[in-house]
């Protein structure tokens, strides 16, 4: 039998999701539910901490990533020049 992640692991990992990916209703409604499901403001205030973490290496990540974008452009890598039009 296959396990899955219980309501109250899944609303943290919820609650780290929404602040990674800055997303206020999404907090909102899960800082709701974390504690609708009994969770501690400790176990919240835990998830919102590694959210902010991982949004912050990320961002950390991209400013590295852009420095080498502008020195050492690589043609044909970017979804604009596939014909998509994101930019």
Known sequence: MKETINEKNQ???ALGASIAGQCEPCLKH????AREL????EE???AIE???MVKLAA???FREY???AIVHPQAGESCCDKGSRCC
């Open 30 to 33: 899960h800082v709701a539910k």
């Open 38 to 41: 009994g969770l501690g403001e």
């Open 44 to 46: 919240i205030q835990q």
């Open 11 to 13: 609303e943290l990992i």
């Open 50 to 52: 590694i959210g902010r």
């Open 59 to 61: 961002a950390s990540a």
């Open 66 to 68: 852009e420095k080498r």
